[in-house]
T-cell receptor, first 116, second 110 residues
Framework: DAGVIQSPRHEVTEMGQEVTLRCKPI?????LFWYRQTMMRGLELLIY????????DSGMPEDRFSAKMPNASFSTLKIQPSEPRDSAVYFC??????????????FGQGTRLTVV | KNQVEQSPQSLIILEGKNCTLQ??????????LRWYKQDTGRGPVSLTIMTFSENTKSNGRYTATLDADTKQSSLHITASQLSDSASYIC?????????FGKGTRLHILP
C-alpha cells in the first residue's frame, strides 16, 4: 500500500476562494482523521470519521470548514470562503481502529495551504 | 483542562550523545500515550504507543517510559544520529479525546 495519499501537496489561493483538500486513506482502515498544524498551535484534530461516518467534528473551527467521506477510500476537507488565518499544513491520517486503541495511525504527507 | 505539555521546546545536541524529552499530561480518562517523530515537511510517524499498564517501550534507539501515576512520559534517544533531527510530538488519547503536545524540536549537530 502506498500509505495515506493527500493532494495537492501545496495550495496557494486568494482570500475568499474555495479550497478543497483530498485524502485517500490506507485500504482497510476504518478511521480517518483530519488535522491542522501551525507553528502557534501545533497539531489540532479537526474531525474524524469511522466507517465513513463523521464521529467528532468539535475541532472544526468554523462553519466555513466542512468535511465529507463519500466512500471508504476518499475524503475531502473544504474551506469556503478561505481566509489568510486558514494558512497551515493540513494532515490526513488513517488507522485500523480509533485513537483509544493501540493501533498505529498513519499520516499523509500533508497539504501546505497558503491563503493570500 | 486536558493538556499535554512538552519540554524542552527545542534542544541541540552533538551527534552520538544521548538525550531525553519530557511529556507531562493532564488528560483524563487515559487510554494511551504516543510519541511521534516528524521530519521537516513530512507527516508524523509513530515511534511508540503505550497504555496505562506499560512502563517502558523501545523502538530501536528510542525508548519511551510512562508513569501513569504522575502522568509523565519521557522519550530517550540513545547514540543520536543526524537523522534524528526532527520534531518529537507527544499525543495522549482518552475517551474520544486526542490531545497533542506542541512538540520538542531536536537538532543534532555533527
Amino acid at each position: 500500500d502506498a500509505g495515506v495519499i493527500q493532494s495537492p501537496r501545496h495550495e496557494v489561493t486568494e482570500m475568499g476562494q474555495e479550497v478543497t483538500l483530498r485524502c485517500k486513506p490506507i485500504s482497510g482502515h476504518d478511521y480517518l482523521f483530519w488535522y491542522r498544524q501551525t507553528m502557534m498551535r501545533g497539531l489540532e484534530l479537526l474531525i474524524y470519521f469511522n466507517n465513513n461516518v463523521p464521529i467528532d467534528d468539535s475541532g472544526m473551527p468554523e462553519d466555513r470548514f466542512s468535511a465529507k467521506m463519500p466512500n471508504a477510500s476518499f475524503s475531502t476537507l473544504k474551506i469556503q470562503p478561505s481566509e489568510p488565518r486558514d494558512s497551515a499544513v493540513y494532515f490526513c491520517a488513517s488507522s485500523f481502529r480509533g485513537a483509544e486503541s493501540n493501533t498505529e495511525a498513519f499520516f499523509g504527507q500533508g497539504t501546505r495551504l497558503t491563503v493570500v | 483542562k486536558n493538556q499535554v505539555e512538552q519540554s524542552p521546546q527545542s534542544l541541540i545536541i552533538l551527534e552520538g550523545k544521548n538525550c531525553t524529552l519530557q511529556c507531562n499530561y493532564t488528560v483524563s480518562p487515559f487510554s494511551n500515550l504516543r510519541w511521534y517523530k516528524q521530519d521537516t515537511g513530512r507527516g508524523p510517524v509513530s515511534l511508540t504507543i503505550m497504555t496505562f499498564s506499560e512502563n517502558t517501550k523501545s523502538n530501536g534507539r528510542y525508548t519511551a517510559t510512562l508513569d501513569a501515576d504522575t502522568k509523565q512520559s519521557s522519550l530517550h534517544i540513545t547514540a543520536s544520529q543526524l537523522s534524528d533531527s526532527a520534531s518529537y510530538i507527544c499525543v495522549v488519547s482518552g475517551d474520544d479525546k486526542i490531545i497533542f503536545g506542541k512538540g520538542t524540536r531536536l537538532h543534532i549537530l555533527p
